[in-house]
DNA sequence: TATTGTTATACTCTATAACTATA
DNA sequence: TATAGTTATAGAGTATAACAATA
């Protein structure tokens, strides 16, 4: 009972994977970096590195070649941050500001293409119950 | 709204993996193996390593190294398929039997603790749900 | 010619440990 | 001494391409 749930969960995060993958590859981009691209360019002030690992969940360590290849991409700068000088500030350039308008956008095809067989009704309670499993407010 | 949707599955699986990867540590099993060997204990009769690709959604190459490792800790032989010699059957041997009861407990304990918020009613509403997002019966 | 599985290789995501610069 | 970030390294999971053996 509780396995199947568990498989499913699973298998559904799956497709979204695979999904978001064959999207954001033509914008030359993968999920994760997807991903921290859309956590920097919603933050407001400017996010550290610290920041952006703890949003996303992982450890520092993992988040700089992440930023390495946004950085590459010309889609994010590092700054020093003025205040504290062991800081580093990430600004979303202009050219990032559109790719992450696109990656926007896809994401919203991808999830819309998986969950189009839900009615509304049906993703509200879907969001409602996973919110319980995640822990944070209904 | 969807968008939110697909964070909260991301989040919800990422939790599930960790408490497999947790459990499984101990009995000196990745979740991708441990996986594959659920699925071999449950066929009847032997899989075929396409057959076992099958079932785990990835390409035939990816299940080479899963299988590899099962097969050097004593959990799963290989055996010629004497009905068409291209093919390789996987068998359990008792060593892989006995640790395939000691991974479904390991499992039925990591997803209780994950849903163990939920209300056995809320948990098949969940079941039902997914059940649609990919595309089975409900 | 098609199928089964493997060798070789590579990329994504994530982690721990040790180091540098700064506070 | 503590914090922010990096260099170095590793392991899990997955993929494509080329190939051998078999059908």
Tied chains: 1, 2.
């Excluded at 400017?46 to 969940?57: E, I, K, N």
């Excluded at 700054?79 to 050219?95: F, G, Q």
């Excluded at 009704?121 to 919110?131: A, G, K, T, Y």
Aim: hydrophobic content about 40%.
């Amino acid at each position: 009972m509780e396995t199947e749930l568990a498989e499913l969960v699973r298998g559904v995060s799956h497709r979204l994977r695979r999904g978001y993958g064959e999207r954001f590859g033509p914008l030359g981009l993968t999920p994760g970096q997807a991903r921290a691209l859309r956590a920097i360019a919603d933050a407001e002030p400017p996010l550290r590195m610290v920041q952006l690992a703890d949003l996303l969940r992982i450890v520092p360590r993992s988040v700089t070649p992440v930023v390495d290849a946004l950085e590459e991409a010309g889609l994010v700068r590092r700054e020093v941050d003025p205040a504290n000088r062991r800081s580093t500030l990430l600004v979303l350039t202009p050219e990032g500001r559109t790719r992450y308008e696109q990656v926007r956008e896809a994401r919203r095809q991808a999830a819309e293409e998986l969950f189009s067989v839900l009615t509304p009704e049906q993703r509200e309670q879907l969001r409602s119950l996973l919110s319980l499993v995640e822990g944070r407010s209904a």
